[in-house]
Each structure stands twice: as structure tokens, then as C-alpha cells.
């Protein structure tokens, strides 16, 4: 659970320097008759953006938990039985599929509209290739016969992870159509930018999640750390 | 309206593009696929009482068995199993959780903040539909084959998923779906309260000017969204291990004699998820109960709220430390024992903000000017039964006190009082209050009392001796207690009475549904602020507030909501939209 | 409503100091859980009564009559430091010895004999071991029908072990047992009102509580955690005797070498009666 005490940590600290500024401090009874009392607010971000992000930091939850859950229940010493070399490629399917979408966040906002909505086909395409890859190991672990036994649970845990964060791909590859669609088929296709980049924020939190996941469930350069995170002693 | 004053719009309160959707096109989009967030609240509410009179039926039939063992030949074992999850599960997450977010919250956070709706009404709706097909799978899991779920509400594995619990074919399987669909529905509300709190606020609504019930729904909904998740994970989990056979809770088990193919699993971790949510909820239901508590008193005591930075901050404080208490649910789990005092230090030191609340609350009554409307009787009651369930959750949540009571009716007594009778009386003590602005008519008053006083002393009297059974021994979750050498006749006697005033109780609710019904037709014009209040949702131009709310211009906010009997000014309230005491008098 | 709730402040207590419904007499050593339950009613008591007395007369004292004004107060913040502080040391006046008998809880002394308790669907068997003091080792991967218990025929430590397979379990007066618990089903909690601690059973792990019994008689065991249909009528029986009486009852069970012995013959047996049956 340290992981998940670390992540709430984390979200706590946001949370109070947030709070910091809201001036909790106050007596609120002695500002009355002024709209303002704090001046006229700054900027903020938009509502789809903040609404998106406190989605993604419920679902990080989700995902610390299932991280804790794995460290509880499966021994250090038992990665799952399958070619790493399958999910390195995924992975870097992932980061490719990332990189496309920043890609695109900048051609939009230069003005590159064509540019832009390769670049959201390019992601998506990627996104589509990253599932595919994980489609197919799990069909390796099915065929091994060990997707759902074995005592040690790491190729149970491997298939639970993989499909709740695949469906998070999948939601974001429908985002992504959308999108692209959008920017294809409207006549006046101006303000792509903001889609695009909550789509940007959005495969890149996947991202790191899924980096956090391999690393927990194969051998890694930042597996250690990892499992220093969520496996105390 | 004179206090619909036009003051600086503020550009971000409300979505550009979101002015289109105040248009209805007919009675469908505007009655049942309605995107105005007070419709998806009486939508919620209306489910959610009405899986609650399920779930009050399940509650009568527990006592009959408990009261007068053998007299209902058709309550055996399994079904009393099956009576005693649903209900639990019912009470806590389908009624409390969902009327509190989805009800209260849908209704009051608009309009208490000056927005038009929610930032995401499209979500809203989609949020309520989901939560009506969790309900649905619910009911149907009662036709299913084998019946419901006999688990607990707990729902522990191994047990929940073996044969030897009723429900092990499909009861368990809807069960769980059911919660999923839950999850996944509260998520999309959850999002859009959050964001319309954080930036839909009409102009001048700082923080510290929020009334607190906004900050109970505010902080109960961040609770949610973070427990939920690992009711989610341990749902899934669950679910994959019964389906699929994979052994993510499941050891080595003999079942009738036979080995199954599970090995290795870890029954605790499932524990450690489930309470991990299980505890935050009770919080996601009192917080929610909190501030709708202290704007009741403050309003008919005509008072401002007493110490509100207090009360602000003991909201923020229960709510991060109820993410570190979850294991004292567990102390004799059999988990790591030195857990027990970490566990058991954070779990009393949440006892001290809570108790600032209990003094606040109290000490806001003192020198005030009280109306003892029906709303304000359900608040004081509420302080009656939450002080006593509180104070008894110092003994279970004091680890060696603990020991002997856990599991005993001691705990059903009070989990019963504290997050059972106490958020009931405010929901009650809340829709007596707000039924005027939500109809534009008055409950009727004396029915209001009738119902008020047989439920108050009734609930009081069901769960005040039930501790004492709990002291005595009695475990929980016990189909009878006949046979048992320890447990008197005399306790036999005293559930009897439990069980005779619990139905006079459930019977009384039917008083309370009468009065609803009746009142929509039948009730005095309320106008539009019966109470005298000061918060914005009673300065509505219209009443019931039409889809957006406000009219052309959105209010906007000058004073913090407690300005209640101010020195100087003509009338004992100012709302919070009036900018100076001297134009009080235009009110009307 | 406020004398309701006078009523109710004064009849809580009255019924409290009144109600024939109290603990069972202990029969452990864990009176210092009593002590500390005392401890909390007393303090709890005191603020529910003081709260809901003050409530009331509040309610009467500041009712609503024509012309009253109430007072504009926002905040004392002395006060309510003040009320912080008292909570603090009330909470800490509770949490003090609950952690300090907590440790002793948690904590079995060396000395303590071992017993073991298999929980079952819905039932319940008690393993003591025998001279040698040591418990053999059991698994589920043993389990059979001569073999209800699991244990590990390799393991030597086994062979005197005295296994109580539907009897009652007997303990002797005045030395500490450690409860060694098993399940190879669901979760089941042992719980003997009188003995007031108690601890879940979780299949697949090894839980303990540790115990003195302080009293001879005849106690019921109890299964308190939910585990099934027949949950409550999973019923056992504890005893605790004097060392004379338990030494007597302890040569009368008989050890697992003797009873494979026994259940081996048995089989035997059975298979020539039903070979001479197809005769």
C-alpha cells in the first residue's frame, strides 16, 4: 500500500497548496458587500481539461490499487512467463503513439491543420498497434494455459492490468476518432488545438501508467524502483 | 426580481456552447432524458427512496425472524442471509450514497452556487441512467436463480463465491456487476460536481463564502471518487475469480470435502480494498450530512453558523484522514497486529474534528432565536443519534475495546445509528426543507411532526438497547441465537420490542411518502423563500427554479451565507446576493 | 423537544445503570479489556449526557418568541481552542490504555502452550500436541477422509499430536494457550464470549490469540464471522478445568499414530466385509 498512501500523498499536497491559495483563512463575515473580495480571478483551465484531470486522477488511484494489490499478492521473485521483448515493442508503440499527439498539439498550434490530423491518424495507429500487441500476449499466455491459474496470480494480474488499462486505450482511441474526424470532415476545422491536447494529456497519464505497470510486472531498468515503492522491506 | 443584481459576468462560470442545451425540445428531453441537473436529482432521489423502501420491506423481515424466530416459516437461513445483505448493501450505497451525490448534490450545487447547471450536463444525465441500470441489475439479481446474495454486505471472499453462501450461482455475479455499473455512473457525476464547484460559481461565490453544505458535497464527492476505485479493483477481481477461476482472493479451499482449483490467493487483501472504500464511505454519507446539519440550525436558529473557518476546515481534515483509518475494520482480520496501533491512533484523532463539529453545532443553538420547524427537529435529532453513534465508535474504534465487541449487534447497533439513522434524518430534515423550492409548495407540518417524532424515538429506541445485546455477546449476523447459553431469555424479550417498534417506524415512513404525495398538490404556496434563508437557491427569480436557474443574469454574491440576525439590518437575514443591509427591505 | 431530550439523556443512563443486558463474567485473563470498556463508558457517558443536556436547555432557553433577536456571533476562537484541548485529552485519556493492553495482546508470552483450532464448514476440531510439546505440520494438500485435518504424515512432530475431532475442547485452568487457527474454507472467527478476545480464521494463513483461562466451567465457542448458511449454528464448546481433571481428560484422547493405526484397520476391515458382500 505504500504506493497508494505515496499516490493520495501526492494528490494530497496538490491539494492543499491548492487550497493554500483559497484564502481558508479568512473571516469570511467581515468581507461582505464586496463581489470580489479576492480580486478578479486568474487564469484557470478549461472545464474539459480540469474535469479530465480529476478523472485521471481517480483512475491513477485505480491503478495504484492494482499495483498494491500485485506487491500483496504476488511473490518478488515471480515475473510473468512471457517474451519481454513482445512488450518492449508495445511500449514503445505507446511512446510513439505520445509523441504523434505532441506532435500534433504543435502543428495545431501553428496553424497545421493538415499536418495535425496526420499526426492524429499516426497516434491512433499506434494506439491501435499497442493493443494489438497486447491481444497478442495474451493469447501467448492463453495458449500456455496459464492466464488463469498458476498460484502466484502474476499472469492473472498480468491479464487484469493489461485489460483494464487496454480499455483505457480503447476510450482514448475513440476520443482520438472523434477528433480526427472532426478535424476531417468539418468545413471549418479552427479550434482542433484544445481537443487535441486534452487527448495529449490524456495518452500521456496512460503512458505513464503503463510504465509504471511494465515496470512492475516485468524486469525493467526501473523495476527496482518500483518494487522499492510498493514492497517495503 | 430586485436582487437579480447585474453585476460583472464572469466569462468562465458557465460554458459558451452550453446555452443551447436550456432549451427542452419536448416532454421527453425535458422530463425523463433531461440534462437539467434538478431533474436528474428528484430522477436520483426517486430511485433511491424507492429502492430504499425495498430495502426498509428486507429490514422489517430481518426483525421478524430476529424478534419472533420461526413465526415467518418462509425466512430460513439462507433467505435471512439473503435479507441481511441487500439490505446493508441497499442502505449504504444505493440509498445514502446516491441521494446525498446524486440527489442533494445534483439539486444544490448549482443553485447554492449561482450556476446555471453542471459544467457537464450531457455526463449528468448519463451519470443517472447508469446508476438506474445498477439498480436495475440489483432487482433482477432478487429473480435471478439462487436468489440474491447471502455474503454480508461485506461480501468477503472465499465465502462469497462458494457454494454454502446463498446466491453463489448468480446473486453474486449481478451483485457485483451492479457494483461496477455503480462505479462507473458516480464517476461521470462525481467529475461534473467537482468541476462545476471548482469553476461555475457565480461571481463573489469565493470558497469561503461556499455554504458548508457545498463544502460536505464538495469534499465527499473527492472522497468518493477515490474510494471507489478500490471497490472497483476488488469487484473486478472478485468477479474474475468466480468466472474465470483465477485465484486473485482465492487459497487453497476445500469446498464440501473437494479440492478446488484455487491456490494461493489472499482473502485479506480483499478485506484491505473493501475498507479501503468501505471507510471513506462512511464518510462520503456523513460529510454530505454534516453540512446540510449546520445550514438547517443555522437557518432556523437564525443564526449564523458558529465557528464557520472551523467547520470548514474539520470538513477538509475528516475528510484526508479518513483515507488512513480503513484497517480498524480489520483489527481482528488477522492482519499484521501492529497495524492495530497505528490504526487505532488515527481512527480517534479523527474523533476530534468530528467533535468540533458536534460543539459547533451546538453551541450555534446558544443564544439563538430557535423555530422548531420539522427541518430543524430532524437536525437536532440528527445531533442526538450522530453524538451517540459517534461516541460509541470510540470504543470500537479504541483496538482492544474492539476485540470483544467487534461483530457483535453492539457494531450493527452503531453503524445503525451513525451512518444508518443519523444521514436518514437529515435526508428527512433536508427534503422538508427544500420541498418547497423544489415543488413550490409546503409539507404539510403536522404530518411532518407525526412522522418526525414516532421515527426519532422509534430509531432511538431500536438501536439505543440494541448495544447492550452487542455487550452481552450476541454476534451479528445470526440467523437465531436460540441454544446459546449466554445469551438470556430477557434478550429474547428486548429484540421482540426491537422488532415491534422497527415496524411501527417502517410504518410511519408510509405517513412520510403520504405527505410528499399529498403536499404536490394539496400543500400551501411556499413562495419563494418560506424559510427566510439567505443562501442563493432561495433568491431564485422563479419557484421551482425553471431549467438555468437565474433568468438572463446569473447573481451575483456579496456576503458570505450566515449572515443571519445581523446588528442593524431590517430583517434577521440578508441573502447573499444583497449587497448592502440598507436594501434589505426590498426583499420579498 | 427539549424535554425529550432531558428524557432521553436521563433515561439512556437510567437504562445503561439499569439494564439486566451486561457482559458475560469474564473468564481470562483480559479483565483489562473490561477496564478499558469502563474507562470508555465513563468518559462517552459523561459527554452524552453533558451535550444533550446543554442541547436542551439551549432549545428551551433561546426558543423562538415574537421579537427575538438572535445574536450575531461568528466565531470564539478561545473557545473553541479550549473545547479542542479538553477532546484531545479525553481521546488521549481512552487511546492510552487501549494501545497499552493492545501490547500485551499482541504480544503471547513464551511459555504459552499451543493449541490448534481448524474451522470448518460448520464445525469445528481442536489439535493439542503431545509429549514432545510441538505441533506437527498440516496442509490442505493432506486432507482425506482419515486425514480431516491435513496433517503432514512426513512430519514425526505429528505422530503423538491429539487431535479432538467434534468433542470439546478442554483447557487447563491458569496457563497461558496460544490459539493457533486454521480454516480450508471460508473465513471463520473463534469467539468465546467469556475469554473476550477472539480472532478471525483465514484460509490459508496461520492466525493467533493468545489467552489465560481465569475460571473453570463450560464455555460455548462461537463462529462470529459471517461463513455460509449455517454460519450460526457453527457451535463449539471450550472447557476449563483444573490441571488434575485436564491431565485426566488429555490420557483419554488418543494420538494421530494411534488413530491412522486405528482408521487403517477400519479400512481394512471394510474392504474384506465388502469383498466378502460381492462373495
Redo the contacts between chains.
Keep these: 500500500m505504500t504506493l497508494v498512501l505515496l499516490y493520495l500523498a501526492a494528490l494530497a499536497v496538490l491539494a492543499a497548496r491548492w487550497l493554500g491559495q483559497q484564502h481558508l483563512a479568512d473571516r469570511p463575515w467581515l468581507t461582505a458587500g464586496s463581489p470580489h473580495p479576492l480580486g478578479v480571478p486568474t487564469t484557470r483551465p478549461s472545464p474539459a481539461r480540469l474535469g479530465l484531470g480529476v478523472f485521471l486522477a481517480s483512475a491513477g488511484l485505480l491503478f495504484a490499487l492494482l499495483v498494491a494489490a500485485y506487491a500483496m499478492r504476488v511473490p518478488a521473485t515471480a515475473p510473468v512467463p512471457l517474451d519481454p521483448r513482445l512488450l518492449w515493442l508495445t511500449t514503445s508503440l505507446l511512446v510513439g503513439a505520445s509523441l504523434a499527439l505532441h506532435g500534433a498539439r504543435g502543428a495545431a498550434r501553428r496553424g497545421r491543420e493538415d499536418e495535425a490530423t496526420a499526426a492524429l491518424g499516426l497516434a491512433a495507429a499506434a494506439g491501435v498497434g499497442f493493443l494489438g500487441g497486447q491481444a497478442l500476449a495474451w493469447r501467448a499466455l492463453w495458449e500456455a494455459g496459464i492466464a488463469h491459474q498458476g498460484p502466484d496470480a502474476a499472469a492473472a494480474f498480468f491479464c487484469l492490468i493489461t485489460a483494464l488499462h487496454g480499455l483505457h486505450i480503447l476510450a482514448g482511441l475513440v476520443a482520438l476518432a472523434w477528433v480526427t474526424a472532426r478535424g476531417a470532415l468539418l468545413p471549418r476545422p479552427a479550434d482542433l488545438g484544445p481537443s487535441i491536447a486534452l487527448c495529449t494529456l490524456y495518452w500521456d497519464a496512460l503512458l505513464a501508467v503503463w510504465l509504471v505497470l511494465f515496470g512492475l510486472l516485468f524486469r525493467t531498468p526501473w523495476s527496482g524502483l518500483i518494487d522499492a515503492l510498493c514492497r517495503p522491506g | 426580481m430586485s436582487d437579480a443584481i447585474t453585476?460583472?459576468q464572469?466569462g468562465?462560470a458557465l460554458?459558451p456552447e452550453a446555452d443551447e442545451l436550456y432549451h427542452p425540445h419536448s416532454w421527453w428531453t425535458r422530463y425523463v432524458f433531461s440534462q437539467d441537473a434538478k431533474v436528474i436529482a428528484i430522477q436520483y432521489s426517486g430511485t433511491a427512496l424507492a429502492i430504499g423502501f425495498v430495502a426498509l420491506i428486507l429490514s422489517w423481515l430481518i426483525r421478524l425472524q430476529l424478534g419472533f424466530p420461526g413465526l415467518a416459516a418462509f425466512i430460513g437461513?439462507?433467505e435471512y442471509?439473503q435479507l441481511i445483505t441487500m439490505h446493508g448493501m441497499i442502505m449504504v450505497v444505493y440509498l445514502l450514497t446516491a441521494v446525498f451525490l446524486g440527489g442533494f448534490g445534483n439539486y444544490l450545487i448549482p443553485l447554492m452556487l449561482g450556476a446555471r447547471d453542471m459544467?457537464?450536463p450531457y455526463l449528468n444525465m448519463l451519470s443517472y441512467w447508469i446508476y438506474l441500470l445498477a439498480v436495475l441489475v440489483l432487482v433482477v439479481s432478487f429473480f435471478a436463480p439462487g436468489g440474491p446474495t447471502?455474503?454480508?454486505w461485506t461480501l468477503?471472499p472465499?465465502?462469497a463465491i462458494?457454494a454454502?453462501?446463498?446466491g453463489q450461482e448468480w446473486g453474486i455475479v449481478l451483485m457485483l456487476i451492479s457494483l461496477i455499473l455503480f462505479i462507473a455512473g458516480f464517476?461521470m457525476g462525481?467529475?461534473?460536481y467537482?468541476?462545476t464547484v471548482?469553476?461555475?460559481r457565480a461571481?463573489?461565490m469565493?470558497?469561503?463564502?461556499m455554504p458548508l453544505t457545498i463544502w460536505g458535497i464538495f469534499t465527499a464527492t473527492?472522497l468518493a471518487?477515490?474510494a471507489?476505485?478500490?471497490l472497483?479493483?476488488g469487484a473486478?477481481?472478485m468477479l474474475?475469480d468466480r468466472l474465470?477461476?483465477?485465484?486473485?482472493f482465492m487459497?487453497?479451499?476445500?469446498?464440501a470435502g473437494q479440492?478446488l482449483?484455487y491456490?494461493?490467493?489472499?482473502?485479506?487483501?480483499f478485506q484491505?480494498?473493501f475498507w479501503?472504500f468501505g471507510h471513506p464511505e462512511v464518510y462520503i454519507v456523513a460529510l454530505p450530512a454534516f453540512g446540510i446539519v449546520s445550514d438547517l440550525i443555522s437557518t432556523h436558529?437564525?443564526?449564523?453558523i458558529?465557528?464557520?473557518?472551523?467547520m470548514?476546515?474539520a470538513i477538509?481534515a475528516i475528510g484526508?484522514l479518513s483515507?488512513?483509518v480503513w484497517a480498524h475494520h480489520m483489527y481482528?482480520?488477522?492482519m499484521n497486529?501492529?497495524f492495530?496501533?497505528f490504526f487505532?491512533?488515527t481512527t480517534?484523532?479523527i474523533?476530534?474534528p468530528t467533535?468540533?463539529k458536534?460543539?459547533?453545532w451546538?453551541?450555534t443553538?446558544?443564544?439563538?432565536?430557535?423555530?422548531?420547524t420539522v427541518p430543524m427537529?430532524f437536525a437536532?435529532a440528527f445531533?442526538?443519534t450522530f453524538?451517540?453513534g459517534g461516541?460509541?465508535g470510540?470504543?470500537l474504534g479504541?483496538?482492544?475495546?474492539d476485540?470483544?465487541l467487534?461483530?457483535?449487534m453492539f457494531v450493527v447497533a452503531h453503524f445503525h445509528m451513525v451512518m444508518g439513522v443519523a444521514p436518514i434524518l437529515v435526508i428527512f430534515g433536508g427534503i422538508y426543507h427544500w420541498y418547497p423550492k423544489v415543488t413550490g409548495r409546503m409539507l404539510d407540518a403536522r404530518l411532518g411532526q407525526v412522522h418526525f417524532w414516532i421515527t426519532f424515538?422509534g430509531a432511538?429506541a431500536i438501536f439505543?438497547?440494541m448495544h447492550?445485546?452487542g455487550?452481552?455477546?450476541v454476534?451479528r449476523?445470526?440467523?437465531?441465537?436460540a441454544?446459546?447459553?449466554?445469551v438470556?431469555p430477557?434478550?429474547q424479550s428486548?429484540n421482540a420490542f426491537i422488532s415491534l417498534v422497527a415496524f411501527v417506524v417502517g410504518a410511519a415512513q408510509v405517513v412520510f411518502l403520504f405527505n410528499i404525495l399529498r403536499s404536490l398538490k394539496h400543500g400551501a404556496p411556499a413562495g419563494g423563500n418560506p424559510w427566510h434563508a439567505t443562501t442563493l437557491e432561495w433568491q431564485t427569480p422563479e419557484t421551482p427554479p425553471p431549467h438555468g436557474n437565474w433568468g438572463p443574469t446569473l447573481p451575483?454574491?456579496?456576503?458570505?451565507p450566515?449572515?443571519?440576525?445581523?446588528?442593524g439590518a431590517p430583517e434577521?437575514f440578508?441573502p447573499q446576493n444583497q449587497?448592502?443591509p440598507a436594501h434589505a427591505g426590498a426583499v420579498p | 423537544m427539549a424535554l425529550i431530550l432531558v428524557l432521553i439523556a436521563v433515561g439512556s443512563v437510567a437504562f445503561h445503570l439499569l439494564s439486566p443486558w451486561w457482559w458475560t463474567p469474564i473468564a481470562s485473563n483480559w479483565s483489562y479489556i473490561d477496564t478499558t470498556l469502563i474507562i470508555t463508558f465513563w468518559i462517552t457517558g459523561a459527554v452524552f449526557t453533558a451535550i444533550v443536556l446543554f442541547m436542551a436547555y439551549c432549545l428551551w432557553r433561546f426558543r423562538h418568541r415574537p421579537g427575538r433577536r438572535a445574536a450575531y456571533e461568528p466565531e470564539r476562537p478561545r473557545l473553541e481552542a479550549w473545547l479542542t484541548v479538553v477532546t484531545a485529552l479525553g481521546i488521549a485519556a481512552m487511546l492510552a490504555p487501549g494501545l497499552a493492553v493492545w501490547s500485551q495482546f499482541v504480544r503471547a508470552p513464551a511459555d504459552a502452550a499451543e493449541v490448534e483450532i481448524l474451522a470448518q464448514q460448520w464445525r469445528w476440531s481442536f489439535r493439542l500436541p503431545g509429549a514432545d510439546g510441538r505441533l506437527g505440520a498440516a496442509d490442505i494438500r493432506h486432507v482425506g477422509d482419515d486425514n480431516p485435518l491435513g496433517l503432514d504424515p512426513g512430519d514425526l512432530a505429528g505422530q503423538d499430536d491429539l487431535v479432538v475431532d467434534g468433542g470439546d475442547l478442554h483447557l487447563a485452568l491458569g496457563r497461558p494457550v496460544k490459539l493457533l487457527m486454521r480454516s480450508y474454507d471460508v473465513v471463520h472467527n473463534f469467539y468465546v464470549p467469556e475469554f473476550r478476545a477472539k480472532m478471525d480464521i483465514i484460509p490459508g494463513m496461520v492466525t493467533h490469540v493468545w489467552l489465560t483461562p481465569s475460571r473453570t466451567g463450560t464455555f460455548e465457542a462461537i463462529c462470529n464471522e459471517v461463513c455460509g448458511t449455517n454460519h450460526y449454528a457453527m457451535r463449539g464448546r471450550v472447557v476449563v478445568e483444573d490441571e488434575p481433571a485436564f491431565r485426566s481428560w488429555l490420557d483419554q484422547q488418543t494420538a494421530v499414530s494411534q488413530r491412522a493405526a486405528r482408521s487403517t484397520g477400519m479400512r481394512e476391515a471394510g474392504m474384506r466385509r465388502s469383498a466378502t458382500n460381492k462373495r
Design positions: 453585476g460583472p464572469d468562465s460554458l437461513p439462507a442471509y459544467v457537464f447471502g455474503a454480508g468477503y472465499p465465502q462458494l454454502g453462501t446463498p464517476t462525481g467529475v461534473n467537482i468541476v471548482l469553476q461555475a461571481p463573489g469565493t470558497l469561503m463564502r473527492i471518487l477515490l471507489f476505485p478500490a472497483f479493483v473486478v477481481m474474475l474465470l477461476g483465477t485465484s486473485f487459497p487453497a479451499i476445500l469446498e479440492r482449483r491456490g494461493g490467493g489472499s482473502p485479506i487483501l484491505h480494498l479501503f436558529a437564525r443564526k449564523n458558529f465557528g464557520y473557518r472551523m470548514v476546515w477538509v484526508a483515507f488512513v481482528v482480520s488477522g497486529p501492529y492495530g496501533f487505532a491512533t480517534l484523532i474523533a476530534i467533535a468540533i458536534v460543539y459547533n451546538v453551541l443553538l446558544w443564544r439563538g432565536d430557535i423555530h422548531l427537529l437536532i445531533i442526538v453524538l451517540n461516541l460509541t470510540l470504543f479504541n483496538v482492544v475495546v476485540v470483544p467487534s461483530d457483535t424515538i432511538y439505543f438497547p447492550y445485546l455487550l452481552l455477546g454476534p449476523r445470526y440467523y437465531e441465537t441454544g446459546l447459553g449466554f438470556p430477557s434478550a428486548l451575483v454574491v456579496y456576503r458570505w450566515y449572515d443571519y440576525s445581523v446588528p434577521d440578508l449587497p448592502d
